[in-house]
């Protein structure tokens, strides 16, 4: 699928640019199990700008809160997040200092559809990246955003979200998993 967006320049030109859901590579894609090395290109960059348009259109199109590039097969050392009214490009992303209080919560992943797992994750984060201009940006996460951000980290660095849990853990959301893609292919035949 693709779009035709109408971009503000912020001269007060308006321009349009075409931009195309991603294809989302599943578990047992090469590029998720790979460390992706640092970003060392120029910022700002065209070309790399018209890529991170659609991967936020794909993380939107897909509902997700997330998406790293090389869930899209793209070696690019990069993810965005975002919801309704908050949207953040995280190039060369790390973490600084992270809580020591965990906090258990349910995560999936666009990788692995219908797929949730309990994952213990730091309360808050304090990182650091490179937003889509060049600039460092140096911040404090909490909740969500803070878990969503070592999810995609994790994704950068090789490492599944399904390998934060045991084997029976796993096998067993992945039977919930199954059940539920039958449930939504039976709904979607009748």
Not at 6 to 19: F, H
Not at 85 to 101: L, Y
Not at 103 to 114: D, I, Q, R, T, Y
Not at 133 to 153: D, N, P, S, V, Y
Request: hydrophobic share 40%; proline share 4%.
């Amino acid at each position: 699928m693709t779009e035709t967006l109408k971009i503000d320049t912020g001269t007060g030109l308006v321009t349009e640019d075409r931009v195309e859901v991603l294809p989302i590579f599943g578990d047992t894609h090469p590029s998720l199990s790979e460390v992706v090395p640092e970003f060392t290109g120029q910022l700002p960059n065209a070309e790399l700008s018209a890529f991170i348009r659609s991967l936020k259109f794909t993380r939107k199109a897909y509902a997700g809160v997330g998406l790293a590039a090389n869930q899209c097969g793209y070696l690019q050392r990069l993810f965005v997040l975002g919801h309704e009214d908050f949207d953040m490009v995280c190039i060369n992303p790390k973490i600084v200092k992270a809580s020591a209080d965990l906090v258990k919560e349910n995560e999936g992943c666009l990788s692995f559809p219908a797929l949730y797992v309990k994952i213990d994750r730091p309360s808050w984060l304090e990182v650091e990246f490179l937003n889509e201009e060049g600039k460092l940006i140096q911040t404090r996460l909490e909740g969500l955003t803070a878990r969503c951000f070592a999810h995609e980290l994790d994704h950068l660095n090789g490492v599944k979200f399904t390998k934060h849990v045991g084997p029976l853990t796993l096998k067993m959301a992945q039977q919930k998993a199954d059940k539920r893609i039958k449930k939504h292919l039976r709904a979607r035949k009748k």
